[in-house]
């Protein structure tokens, strides 16, 4: 079957800029993950949604940084007014009902000059 | 504070000889433990979870736990240069999201 999927797999973007990436979790799984990866560290997480609502938000950095999931499925990462310290990879990962094993898509690389 | 501790490495290993990585976490209610493989490039790839105190095996991963001492460990037999990669220790409560350490960089010498 398909794995998480996401899009666009490079985002460059000028400071100020407001960007959206996108995340569409494996099919039946009803928990999405958002995480960021800065070269050297591991994944920082973000945001958890347990079907179309934020369980738990406290990983994002601040209120430039947002995320929805309307329908429960698909959930997308919006980000204002970006910074250049906000260039990193960002990661979605979903799991089968919230408890157990993660699993990854392949990122976006977003590049704030 | 969550923390997620791993040497940054590089280890290195010839090929055919066991690889051990190790971490140690802080959070005493961790209940949820993970390696993830990550080639140069390339998104974490999931290849072992433990639950449990004690040894989980699958095929050339051997994942260990031992909750008193906040530990927990890969092993990998018969490396590979396939192997070659940085592993990420990771843990959770449950549901909520993953704490990763900042992983440890394997190289397996031919």
Redesign the interface.
């Given at each position: 079957g398909a794995g998480v999927s996401q899009t666009p797999s490079n985002k460059v973007t000028e400071k100020g800029k407001y960007v959206e990436l996108r995340c569409d979790p494996i099919s039946g799984h009803t928990?999405l993950?958002w995480?960021r990866q800065s070269l050297?560290?591991?994944?920082?997480?973000?945001?958890?949604f347990?079907g179309t609502g934020a369980?738990?938000d406290s990983?994002l950095p601040n209120d430039r940084f947002f995320a929805v999931r309307p329908e429960g499925s698909v959930s997308t990462l919006k980000i204002q007014r970006t910074e250049r310290g906000d260039s990193a990879?960002y990661?979605c990962?979903s799991s089968l009902q919230?408890?157990?094993?993660?699993?990854?898509?392949?990122?976006t690389r977003l590049t704030v000059l | 504070q969550k923390e997620?501790e791993q040497n940054s490495g590089p280890l290195s290993v010839p090929e055919g000889a066991i690889a051990s990585l190790n971490c140690t976490y802080s959070d005493r209610v961790s209940q949820?433990f993970?390696w993830?493989r990550q080639y140069s490039g390339?998104?974490?790839?999931?290849i072992m979870?433990i639950y449990s105190n004690g040894d989980k095996e699958d095929g050339r991963f051997t994942a260990q736990l031992n909750k008193a001492s906040q530990y927990v460990s890969l092993l990998i037999r018969d490396s590979q240069p396939s192997d070659s990669a940085t592993y990420?220790c990771?843990v959770n409560r449950?549901?909520?999201?993953?704490?990763?350490?900042?992983?440890t960089h394997l190289i397996i010498q031919p």
């Open positions: 928990a993950y995480y050297g560290q591991g994944p920082e997480f973000l945001i958890y347990q369980a738990d990983g990879v990661l990962a919230g408890r157990g094993e993660q699993f990854f898509g392949p990122g | 997620v949820s993970f993830y390339k998104s974490p790839e999931l979870s990420l990771a449950g549901a909520d999201g993953l704490t990763f350490g900042k992983g």
